[in-house]
């Protein structure tokens, strides 16, 4: 019998980043149709403000010769009602795809390390889909402030407001105090919580760049093999409907910041040792009986 992951327990930074994708394959299928079925529209309502937006720009930039500076419309059209859609939709998605990740995990937690069905993910994701997409709104205004102020305020609230949401969804939180028991938890533990949050990004990046990068070469290369600048419009429309399609890659940082935050309830509160400790002899759930350390 396949060894299922499991969340309650204390796990170092390689066990995380492991786990992630050993979580991501034992539940592959439901994962992605979770993603598509919560997500699915503002994925696709992001992507047609985007390719408005993008379509507009590169006709800007391939007329570029036919436009004199001051003229009205000149450089305006660029930020035009769909440019704002497109964020608002990205934003949305970003909730919606934390929401749905979160409440798969929460009732995957709940059952006994069973795959929830979409009715019980539903329940989790009309419950806070608003209470996250709000919150992620101030805390992703909050951290904007600190990156402006020399960088390092905002590296330094990166995991903490990332633990926000678990402690949403999971623990049913207001914002007040899933923020404050956010410090509490990374307390004596920020820098694996960054370290471990840093390097999954950089892999999610790399893997969604290494998609997108080829279009977006060919759509740029028209700009510097000629007299008079010229963007691909194909590849430019392209490269925005693949990196949409990426966006399905944001289901693993949520994983890991889940796991993490699991890791860090379980050094302070050693809750899943206690459960497993109480269920002990039952033979009915398999569960993971990786070494850890308390």
């Given at each position: 019998?396949?060894?299922?992951?499991?969340?309650?327990?204390?796990?170092?930074?390689g066990?995380?980043?492991?786990?992630?994708?050993?979580?991501?394959?034992?539940?592959?299928?439901?994962l992605?149709?979770?993603?598509?079925?919560?997500?699915g529209?503002?994925?696709?309502?992001?992507?047609?403000?985007?390719?408005?937006?993008q379509?507009?720009?590169?006709n800007?930039i391939?007329?570029?010769?036919?436009f004199k500076p001051?003229?009205?419309?000149f450089?305006?059209?660029?930020?035009?009602l769909e440019y704002?859609?497109?964020?608002?939709?990205?934003?949305?998605g970003?909730?919606?795809?934390?929401?749905?990740?979160?409440s798969?995990?929460?009732?995957?937690v709940?059952?006994g390390?069973?795959t929830?069905t979409t009715?019980?993910v539903?329940?989790?994701f009309?419950f806070?889909?608003?209470?996250?997409?709000?919150?992620?709104?101030?805390?992703?205004?909050l951290?904007?402030?600190g990156?402006?102020f020399c960088?390092?305020p905002?590296?330094?609230?990166?995991?903490?407001?990332?633990?926000v949401f678990?402690?949403?969804?999971?623990?049913?939180?207001?914002?007040?105090y899933?923020?404050?028991?956010?410090?509490?938890?990374i307390?004596?533990?920020?820098?694996?919580?960054?370290g471990?949050?840093?390097i999954?990004?950089?892999?999610?990046y790399?893997?969604?760049?290494?998609?997108?990068l080829?279009?977006?070469l060919?759509?740029?290369?028209?700009l510097?093999?000629g007299?008079?600048p010229q963007m691909?419009?194909?590849?430019?429309m392209?490269?925005?409907?693949?990196q949409?399609?990426?966006?399905?890659?944001?289901?693993?940082?949520?994983?890991?910041?889940a796991?993490?935050?699991?890791?860090?309830?379980?050094?302070?509160?050693?809750a899943?040792?206690?459960?497993?400790?109480?269920?002990?002899?039952n033979?009915?759930?398999?569960?993971?009986?990786?070494?850890e350390?308390?």
């Amino acid at each position: 019998m396949l060894l299922k992951i499991e969340f309650k327990k204390i796990r170092d930074f390689g066990q995380i980043i492991n786990d992630t994708f050993t979580f991501i394959r034992q539940n592959f299928k439901p994962l992605v149709k979770t993603y598509f079925i919560f997500c699915g529209l503002f994925c696709l309502a992001g992507m047609l403000a985007m390719l408005l937006q993008q379509y507009k720009t590169v006709n800007i930039i391939n007329n570029l010769g036919t436009f004199k500076p001051g003229r009205s419309g000149f450089g305006a059209g660029l930020y035009g009602l769909e440019y704002f859609l497109a964020i608002l939709f990205s934003l949305a998605g970003y909730a919606s795809t934390t929401v749905a990740t979160l409440s798969y995990i929460a009732v995957y937690v709940q059952k006994g390390n069973q795959t929830p069905t979409t009715d019980e993910v539903w329940g989790y994701f009309k419950f806070y889909f608003f209470r996250v997409f709000g919150s992620s709104l101030l805390l992703g205004l909050l951290l904007l402030i600190g990156f402006v102020f020399c960088l390092l305020p905002g590296f330094w609230l990166m995991p903490i407001i990332s633990l926000v949401f678990p402690i949403i969804v999971i623990e049913n939180g207001t914002l007040g105090y899933a923020f404050g028991r956010s410090f509490k938890l990374i307390k004596d533990n920020f820098w694996i919580t960054f370290g471990t949050l840093f390097i999954i990004w950089i892999i999610v990046y790399a893997c969604m760049s290494f998609v997108v990068l080829p279009t977006t070469l060919f759509s740029m290369l028209g700009l510097f093999s000629g007299n008079k600048p010229q963007m691909s419009l194909t590849f430019t429309m392209l490269g925005t409907v693949l990196q949409y399609l990426c966006q399905v890659c944001t289901v693993i940082p949520v994983i890991t910041i889940a796991l993490s935050y699991f890791s860090l309830v379980e050094q302070k509160e050693s809750a899943g040792l206690m459960e497993r400790i109480s269920t002990f002899g039952n033979a009915e759930k398999p569960t993971d009986t990786r070494p850890e350390e308390y």
